[in-house]
T-cell receptor, first 117, second 115 residues
Framework: GAVVSQHPSRVICKSGTSVKIECRSL??????MFWYRQFPKKSLMLMAT?????????EQGVEKDKFLINHASLTLSTLTVTSAHPEDSSFYIC?????????????FGPGTRLTVL | AQTVTQSQPEMSVQEAETVTLSCTYD???????LFWYKQPPSRQMILVIR??????QNATENRFSVNFQKAAKSFSLKISDSQLGDTAMYFC????????????FGQGTILTVHP
């Protein structure tokens, strides 16, 4: 099956710093990648959709300048949390979908736990 | 806009027994996909089963099967012969055919399988 990796798996940073999370599709070309945020025992909240080579589409209420998304290649998308604050602490999950995805399936990364002190 | 509702925040079942998780959705679309995802304590999302709306036959994957009622907009998941490894949070999800993969998730149901 298709594999999506995320790096780092955990990150702790100080308030005011920026953090970059990478999402890679390891064995397929991801034309579309999605970024989600999840609070404990809650559902996944879609933050943005990114297509390779174009600007990300953000969901309503998500700050574009705070959560910078770049999808520079068919195998890599990055989420940068700028000037992080404690309220940004959360579990961030990416997923990827390729042109050849069976039944439009998305493949999910293992997630990144961000803690902002 | 689509909405997905899972009305059971938590469920429990004894090992080897059968449990059904409920999901309803609201859409004006005629063509779409429905999914059940499992998120175990590791938090890795795993696809359990998928149903295409144009197919009348209910999808089945080993011990997992769905009851898809298109007119009622209902999509329940039945887990037979429950195993301890089935303990996880389960999410029902909806996707429009034309949405380029964008998923709308339900609130999730925490399932605990007891020995």
């Amino acid at each position: 099956g298709a594999v999506v990796s995320q790096h780092p798996s955990r990150v702790i940073c100080k308030s005011g710093t920026s953090v970059k999370i990478e999402c890679r599709s390891l064995d397929f070309q991801a034309t579309t990648m999605f970024w989600y945020r999840q609070f404990p025992k809650k559902s996944l909240m879609l933050m943005a959709t990114s297509n390779e080579g174009s600007k990300a589409t953000y969901e309503q209420g998500v700050e574009k300048d705070k959560f910078l998304i770049n999808h520079a290649s068919l195998t890599l998308s990055t989420l940068t949390v700028t000037s992080a604050h404690p309220e940004d602490s959360s579990f961030y999950i990416c997923s990827a979908r390729g042109l050849a995805g069976v039944g439009n399936e998305q493949f999910f990364g293992p997630g990144t736990r961000l803690t902002v002190l | 806009a689509q909405t997905v509702t899972q009305s059971q925040p938590e469920m429990s079942v004894q090992e080897a027994e059968t449990v059904t998780l409920s999901c309803t959705y609201d859409t004006s679309e005629n063509n779409y996909y429905l999914f059940w995802y499992k998120q175990p304590p590791s938090r890795q999302m795993i696809l359990v089963i998928r149903q295409e709306a144009y197919k009348q036959q209910n999808a089945t994957e080993n011990r997992f099967s769905v009851n898809f009622q298109k007119a009622a907009k209902s999509f329940s998941l039945k887990i037979s012969d429950s195993q301890l490894g089935d303990t996880a949070m389960y999410f029902c999800a909806f996707m429009k055919i034309t949405s380029y993969g964008k998923l709308t998730f339900g609130q999730g149901t925490i399932l605990t399988v007891h020995p």
